[in-house]
């Protein structure tokens, strides 16, 4: 075979384990073995989990020597991002509030991925509690980006991006609040999904902003990224948030055909600090599509524009609200300089958050604290359905909106440690769809410098299958998802 299996993707796994050329053991093998080779350069695992993967690995074979009719995901090696409950397994959030947590129920898409045979690699690193751009918020370590060690794999879900762009899983679930991520995705080459909110349950995910929250794939192509949302979505009863709608299989919308397809190009997407060749790469796909049969116009969205802030009023509200349960009582770190139960709290809260969750805590209770919350938190609410109604207006004359996904390709490590604004400026194309709720993806579509750069494909609410298709013929006319970093 000429590929290594690492290198392999899922729908390719499943073929060979499906038809006993290879077994789900050896291709588990493969991937730890995988981990143990680049896993001390990279750094995406906060925990990794060799022996529950073999012995789920083991399940599968035998189901399959059966004869059983096993799933599209079955023997396939995945991840989960640490903010995502794992019963009996260590579940920190890359916080070391939570450094020594391990939940007594599984999330709702973790059992969904075990019913589908997935086998589990481990936990993914994170900004602490999904709280940044970079993965350098991480309580824990830094994650490196494969494309360049010395750049940032974005974030939150930057373990999950550089753990599939660096081949040591097969696909990995992420969290987007506010691009998290669709943003890695982009800075790592990979393919990542933020459905509709509601369409994938949020049961078992620590919450960090409730009305923004959403679950997806992180794959290696479209067509895994179908197969994940087929296992993933559907209405949970444990999460009153989750849509009560049917689930479409999602690989019927893998077909080559945007003929008569309208693409809008929103010109407030492509605003001052756009990098030039991102903005070309982006309108060169486009360019692309069109040649293949759609039409594209111009859009605008003038509430776009407050997108950012209304986000970080909003997000951080929420954040304030769910974190408060973090007090050294129930679970999580319990500090020891603590003389009174208020102390306690106090100390426990100091010495276990990092300096941006503290920060966002902070603005948070201030929007929402008497006197200011009518100013801050509910004008944000007002503007943020003006948003929808500009995402609304648009869909009236476009099928998609096409974007880049991030104005630049991924920075340096430490670049932007002393410039806040520019970190958060990382996540201005990707932050108004969580406001909208609508689903969004990122695919790659174009290099800088060696680095990958992410077209943004954003769609109607619940119609992540036009989205497919688009983001499908676009990949079957190019090779970006093809290329690998360098990393051996």
């Given amino acids: 075979m000429a590929e290594k299996l690492y290198e392999l993707t899922a729908h390719a796994i499943h073929d060979l384990v499906k038809s006993r050329k290879v077994s789900a053991m ?21 925990t990794t989990t060799p022996e529950l993967a073999l012995k789920q690995a083991a399940s599968v074979d035998k189901a399959v020597a059966r004869g059983d009719e096993i799933s599209p995901l079955a023997g396939v090696p995945g991840a989960v991002k640490d903010n995502m409950s794992t019963r009996g397994i260590l579940t920190t959030c890359s916080s070391k509030i939570l450094f020594n947590y391990k939940p007594v129920y599984d999330a709702t898409v973790v059992e969904r991925l075990r019913d589908a045979g997935v086998t589990t690699l481990g936990k993914t690193n994170l900004d602490e509690f999904a709280m940044g751009s970079s993965t350098e918020n ?91 949302m087929n296992a993933i979505c559907g209405k949970d009863p444990c999460d009153s948030t989750s849509l009560d709608v049917a689930t479409p299989d999602f690989t019927k919308s893998l077909v080559e055909d945007v003929k008569g397809l309208r693409i809008g190009v929103p010109k407030e997407f492509f605003a001052k600090g756009t990098d030039p060749d991102v903005e070309k790469a982006v309108r ?41 349960r973090f007090d050294g009582v129930r679970y999580g770190l319990r500090s020891e300089r603590s003389s009174d139960t208020v102390s306690m709290f106090q100390t ?16 948070g209770t201030y929007a929402l604290s008497a006197g200011y919350y009518d100013a801050y938190y509910l004008k944000a609410q ?63 579509c174009g290099f800088k410098d060696g680095m990958p750069i992410g077209m943004q494909i954003m769609g109607k609410g619940l119609d992540e299958e036009t989205l497919l298709r688009v983001a499908y013929t676009f990949e079957r006319n190019t090779d970006f998802h093809k290329r690998k970093p360098e990393i051996c």
């Fill in 138 to 228: 991480s309580g824990f370590f830094v994650t490196h980006n494969p494309w360049n060690l010395d750049s940032v794999p974005g974030g939150s879900s930057g373990g999950s991006a550089a753990a599939v762009a660096a081949d040591e899983c097969a696909f990995a679930l992420g969290s987007d609040t506010g691009g998290s991520i669709r943003q890695p995705a982009s800075f790592c080459g990979v393919v990542g999904m933020k459905p509709t909110y509601g369409r994938v349950s949020r049961y078992g995910l620590v919450a960090f902003a409730s009305s923004l929250d959403q679950i997806g794939p992180l794959t290696k192509d479209v067509t895994d990224c179908a197969l994940v």
């Fill in 382 to 444: 007002k503007v943020r359905t003006l948003l929808r109604r500009d995402f609304e207006k648009a869909f009236e004359e476009f099928d998609v909106l096409i974007t880049p996904t991030s104005p630049t390709v991924a920075f340096g490590i430490g670049a932007l440690a002393d410039d806040p604004y520019a970190m958060k400026l990382a996540d201005v194309c990707t932050i108004p769809v969580n406001l909208a709720g609508i689903p969004a993806i990122s695919i790659p």
């Fill in 284 to 324: 060169d796909a486009v360019e692309l599509l069109c040649g293949l049969g759609a039409q594209q116009n111009e859009a605008s969205m003038p509430s776009v524009d407050y997108g950012l802030p209304v986000y970080y009023i909003i997000a951080p509200a929420e954040c304030s609200s769910n974190l408060a």
């Fill in 348 to 363: 426990t809260r100091e010495e276990g958050f990092g300096d941006e969750v503290k920060q966002r805590i902070m603005i």
């Fill in 26 to 46: 050896e291709v588990a093998q493969s991937y730890i073995d995988r981990i143990g080779s680049v896993e001390d350069r990279v750094k995406c695992y906060v």
